[in-house]
């Protein structure tokens, strides 16, 4: 907090980020609002931690909009894609090790995912078929 033979000046340098967002409080403090203690609305903003604005702005939200909120962020989404692309290539490779498995004339042919699910039931039924005989 600051004393009254304090300037604004004498701030930590950690405080810098949120001197830039109140710019406009800083000068006279005829225009700041001042609480019981005798410092403006101004000087307690600048003594705030950054994220505490921000936190407060979510505390009234529901929890379904905090998610989409935190979803909408660029360092959500880039994540988000990372990890949905390593499912889709072992997911891809599943499905040629699979595809390694079963014969098909020619035995180069490129197959769908789903032509590879059939070809593969089709192949267990008569493995299962062989073995009753």
């Avoid at 300037?7 to 967002?21: C, N, Q």
């Avoid at 042919?109 to 590879?116: A, Y």
Wanted: proline share 5%; charged share 30%; with cysteine.
């Amino acid at each position: 907090m600051l004393n009254s033979d304090q300037t604004e000046i004498d701030l930590p340098p950690t405080h810098s980020e949120s001197e830039s967002v109140f710019s406009d409080c800083s000068g006279s403090r005829a225009g700041s609002t001042e609480d019981a203690s005798g410092i403006g609305l101004c000087a307690q903003s600048r003594i705030a931690e950054p994220g505490e604005a921000v936190k407060k702005d979510l505390q009234h939200l529901s929890r379904e909009e905090r998610r989409r909120r935190r979803r909408a962020t660029a360092k959500y989404r880039t994540a988000h894609a990372t990890r949905e692309r390593i499912r889709v290539e072992a997911f891809n490779m599943a499905f040629a090790e699979l595809r390694k498995l079963l014969p098909t004339l020619p035995p180069d042919k490129k197959l769908s995912k789903i032509e590879i699910l059939r070809l593969a039931i089709c192949y267990i039924s008569y493995l299962n078929h062989v073995l009753d005989v």
